[in-house]
């Protein structure tokens, strides 16, 4: 197979072509300002649902005794519209991967094999999969002790934290959940994302800005043709 040729745009930020996680997402929130129009999206109405149709396993009685939040495609539905994901996704601080992966063994989860990055992929009976990650930012013990209930009332990481998880992602599906979560959260909520960021991730502000300012376009009413 030839080498792929290193389009001039991208060459202007890496000339080889090596794009860290950063600028990738940088030149995808860019290209994405430049075509982004008002409303342009789904309604408004099903934007603005907050619910917990999918079933997912209730974790609560196993991990009682651990600090653990959902993070992932499962924990958007707290801040978002609820959106199809193939599995479900916590998080727990690595001082505790010994007792969580044991209780959650006890309970009839069976280890499948380690994440990519800290953590274990486990399958309980029904088939469902479980992604257990061990976290150590220095933000996990304070998101930890304080998160938000979803509509099922499970514990998901605030607002905040569950979008730095998603902003050192390198998906395309994870900026745009951010995006989205952003443009239907509170003028109270954004100042207290801002807050986080500035704290733990300041380098991560204008792109937090931007991805805000994606976010309400799709609030607004589409231009009268």
């Known amino acids: 197979m030839s080498a792929l040729s290193v389009p001039p745009r991208i060459a202007q930020i890496a000339p080889d072509g090596n794009l860290t996680p950063r600028q990738v997402r940088h030149l995808m929130i860019e290209m994405v300002s430049r075509r982004v129009k008002p409303g342009a999206g789904s309604s408004a109405d099903f934007l603005r649902r907050r619910t917990a149709m999918n079933p997912w396993p209730d974790l609560r009685p196993i991990l009682a005794d651990i600090p653990w939040a959902l993070v992932g495609g499962v924990a958007t539905r707290a801040y978002m519209a609820e959106r199809a994901t193939k599995n479900m996704d916590i998080i727990v601080h690595e001082r505790d991967e010994g007792m969580a992966v044991k209780k959650l063994q006890q309970a009839g989860y069976s280890l499948v094999s380690r994440l990519a990055i800290p953590g274990w992929l486990l399958r309980a009976t029904d088939g469902t999969e479980l992604d257990v990650i ?92």
């Open 134 to 225: 061990f976290g150590r930012q220095r933000w996990l013990k304070e998101a930890l002790a304080n998160p938000k209930p979803d509509p099922a009332g499970y514990p998901v990481v605030g607002l905040p934290y569950l979008v730095m998880l998603k902003m050192e992602a390198q998906r395309p599906q994870d900026w745009a959940d951010v995006s989205r979560m952003l443009g239907w959260a509170s003028d109270a909520d954004l100042d207290e994302v801002r807050a986080v960021i500035k704290k733990y991730s300041p380098e991560d502000l204008e792109d937090i800005e931007s991805l805000i300012f994606i976010g309400k376009k799709e609030q607004e009413n589409p231009p009268e043709m």
